[in-house]
């Protein structure tokens, strides 16, 4: 069964792990660890299978929004409703904080994630144009308003 919970500093290993499976310009460890447990605007949630992280997903709350950072799931997790129960429990705190809405970009060709979100009642609402800079592949600017 997959479980939700906050993000500890004793996660940092696992989570680092998931990082480096999931995207061709992961962060660096340290900056993981200084978003997820030093910046006050952070929010960061942990998928587990048992003992086991599976994803993790983090949100800064900046003045009345929520901006998406990072959703991942390992590989050998993904389609089993982990990517599902991080956006929901973001959106979940989101409304708790009373944000009006949420945000975040996507690359043009990851389907997947764009699928994911669409579900969940994101719509696109723009372009950022060469964002991605190993790629200078665009991002779609994607939005749920709350």
Request: proline share 2%; hydrophobic share 40%; with cysteine.
């Amino acid at each position: 069964m997959i479980g939700l919970r906050p993000f500890t500093p004793e996660d940092l290993d696992e989570v680092y792990d998931i990082e480096l499976g999931s995207f061709s310009v992961p962060w660096t460890k340290q900056d993981l660890y200084r978003d997820a447990c030093m910046n006050e605007m952070a929010i960061y949630l942990v998928a587990t299978h048992g003992d086991k992280i599976i994803g993790y997903a983090g949100m800064w709350h900046v003045v009345n929004e929520g901006h998406i950072t990072n959703i991942a799931v390992s590989l050998e997790y993904r389609k089993m409703g982990a990517g599902q129960m991080l956006v929901e429990g973001l959106e979940q705190i989101a409304r708790i904080r009373e944000m009006i809405g949420i945000t975040l970009e996507v690359r043009m060709n990851n389907a997947q994630a764009q699928r994911l979100y669409i579900r969940n009642g994101y719509k696109v609402e723009g372009i950022r144009k060469n964002y991605y800079a190993d790629t200078k592949e665009d991002a779609l600017i994607m939005w749920k308003h709350l």
